[in-house]
């Protein structure tokens, strides 16, 4: 299933609980407006009480519980330590993932490292130069160049898509407000 992103109408508890970011409830949903509130109301719910997920000291979204009867009171900050045991998980997830993809980045360095140590030609080493960093960033196309005095780029190494179309050697010129100009003209 894909997702469907909706405007949260006033008064929802993840629109309080996104808005304050504080733990939050609804003891009737007969004022809360918009789909949700009629999604809400068809579904026999009454009130909610919801919590903030943090991650990174930044609200990343919230859990939300709906009852067909009045949520006994606190019931908000019981929500609100289940969203704190998911912002953990969500963090360490994330921080699994950045120690991941540094280490990957190292990975890639080192093997730069060796080949730059064992004096390879300059070709090799902006091939792979290139191909890691393709492997790395898992984009459709990466190109190493070389600026020429004469406002040309010398393609050094491309892999992906436009790997045909630029081979190394090929000198192209930096207009049409390419990405590769922009570093050109910026520096």
């Known amino acids: 299933p894909g ?3 909706i405007v949260l109408p006033q008064g929802t508890v993840i ?11 609804v003891d009737d949903f007969t004022h809360v407006g918009g789909p949700i509130g009629e999604l809400l109301r068809q579904e026999g719910a009454r009130s909610g009480a919801g919590g903030p997920i943090v ?10 519980v709906g009852s067909e009867t009045t949520l006994p ?3 908000e900050d019981r929500v609100a330590q289940f969203a704190e045991l998911v912002s953990t998980a969500i963090s360490n997830i ?6 991941e993809r540094l280490a990957a980045e190292q990975a890639a360095l080192r093997r730069v490292a060796e080949l730059v140590a064992q004096q390879a030609p300059a070709e090799q080493v ?3 130069v290139t191909e890691e960093l ?4 898992d984009v459709t196309t990466v190109g190493t160049g070389r600026f020429e005095a004469d406002g040309t780029v010398t393609i050094m190494a491309v892999r992906g898509a436009a790997e045909e179309a630029f081979p190394p050697g090929t000198s192209v010129a930096l207009d049409g407000g390419s990405a590769i100009e922009e570093v050109y003209r910026t520096g």
Do not use: K
Not at 15 to 25: D, L, M, N, S, Y
Not at 134 to 137: A, G, I, K, Q, S
């Open 3 to 5: 997702t469907t992103n």
């Open 15 to 25: 629109e309080q609980v996104f808005r304050t970011g504080r733990p939050a409830r």
């Open 55 to 64: 991650v990174d000291g930044r609200v990343w979204g919230a859990m939300a």
């Open 73 to 75: 009171p606190g019931t």
């Open 94 to 99: 994330e921080s699994r993932a950045e120690v």
């Open 126 to 128: 902006f091939a792979v």
């Open 134 to 137: 393709n492997r790395l960033l």
